[in-house]
T-cell receptor, first 114, second 113 residues
Framework: EPEVTQTPSHQVTQMGQEVILRCVPISNHLYFYWYRQILGQKVEFLVSFYNNEISEKSEIFDDQFSVERPDGSNFTLKIRSTKLEDSAMYFC????????????FGSGTRLTVV | SQKIEQNSEALNIQEGKTATLTCNYTNYSPAYLQWYRQDPGRGPVFLLLIRENEKEKRKERLKVTFDTTLKQSLFHITASQPADSATYLCALDRGGNNRKLIWGLGTSLAVNP
């Protein structure tokens, strides 16, 4: 069964450093997303991406965040200057066009900012 | 703002019984409602999607109902097995061209052998 692949699985970084989280969505999917989940809290929407541009972003997705689909297969989330409160699981998801399909999520990247 | 509530307590049931999980929401009119399973340290796994004009959906041992008047969905796992132990997440989906998911906190289910 096709999978969404995320790397790395775990990233520890110092406050103020830049991190790039990587995702390879399912190849024939058209819509891409980043969500995050702080330990013990709900999954939260960060950003959606379609046709090589951002469709929507949440209040969390401020100027420190950016996304890119550089080569038609990878989908990256960059945090320019990490803060302690950015520590969370970050999930990439993709979906096909059909309305009846759910989303396919990756296994996540656990980001720890120290 | 939107609010989604799932069973706040963890659910413990005996193997072979039916587990019933509840998702209630306010201040929202989703086009779809989705259920996901999440294991510790893993990403959500899609289980079922039900549309606003559907009352019930089934997939193998899973059944979802959706009552847009009550603003409630029920998720049933029949003939439960220990392998069904996980957290189950309810997510509202507004549909349209610009879909996104709004999530409940989840209900932890433990199926005891």
């Amino acid at each position: 069964e096709p999978e969404v692949t995320q790397t790395p699985s775990h990233q520890v970084t110092q406050m103020g450093q830049e991190v790039i989280l990587r995702c390879v969505p399912i190849s024939n999917h058209l819509y891409f997303y980043w969500y995050r989940q702080i330990l013990g809290q709900k999954v939260e929407f960060l950003v959606s991406f379609y046709n090589n541009e951002i469709s929507e972003k949440s209040e969390i997705f401020d100027d420190q965040f950016s996304v890119e689909r550089p080569d038609g297969s990878n989908f990256t989330l960059k945090i320019r200057s990490t803060k302690l409160e950015d520590s969370a699981m970050y999930f990439c998801a993709s979906r096909a066009r059909a309305d009846t399909y759910g989303y396919t999520f990756g296994s996540g990247t656990r980001l720890t900012v120290v | 703002s939107q609010k989604i509530e799932q069973n706040s307590e963890a659910l413990n049931i005996q193997e072979g019984k039916t587990a019933t999980l509840t998702c209630n929401y306010t201040n929202y009119s989703p086009a779809y409602l989705q259920w996901y399973r999440q294991d510790p340290g893993r990403g959500p796994v899609f289980l079922l999607l039900i549309r606003e004009n559907e009352k019930e959906k089934r997939k193998e041992r899973l059944k979802v109902t959706f009552d847009t008047t009550l603003k409630q969905s029920l998720f049933h796992i029949t003939a439960s097995q220990p392998a069904d132990s996980a957290t189950y997440l309810c997510a509202l989906d507004r549909g349209g061209n610009n879909r996104k998911l709004i999530w409940g906190l989840g209900t932890s289910l433990a199926v005891n052998p």
